[in-house]
Nanobody, 122 residues
């Protein structure tokens, strides 16, 4: 079992930046960030494999950066040039399942954090 603890959400104006952090209680093969806005389905935002390979949703490419500190079992999501449509609850996710699915797909995450709210005002 892996516990995930997120931090770093908050409120910013359009164009601002936030950095989310997620600490895992143990080893993970793949970690990612998802978000869910009110009335919308949850969507994958970014993922990173333990060897550092990353992938991003088209909507955040060039603005968000996912990174990790393997020594700390921690993943980060640096969010720049934030837009009102980025407003959502952001969830950290993790998986121990090996395979080429990570980081290009978001289908096999089975550990989830409690979520942290990100609000971007215009």
């Amino acid at each position: 079992q892996v516990q995930l603890v997120e931090s770093g959400g908050g409120s910013v104006q359009t164009g601002g930046s936030l950095r989310l952090s997620c600490e895992a209680s143990g080893y993970t093969y793949c970690m990612g960030w998802f978000r869910q806005a009110p009335g919308k389905e949850r969507e994958g935002v970014a993922a990173i494999r333990s060897d550092g390979i990353t992938s991003y949703a088209d909507s955040v490419k060039g603005r968000f950066t996912i990174s990790q500190d393997n020594a700390k079992n921690t993943v980060y999501l640096q969010m720049n040039s934030l837009k009102p449509e980025d407003t959502a609850m952001y969830y950290c996710a993790a998986a121990r399942r090996f395979g080429s699915w990570c980081p290009s797909t978001f289908n096999y995450f089975n550990y989830w954090g409690q979520g942290t709210q990100v609000t971007v005002s215009s």
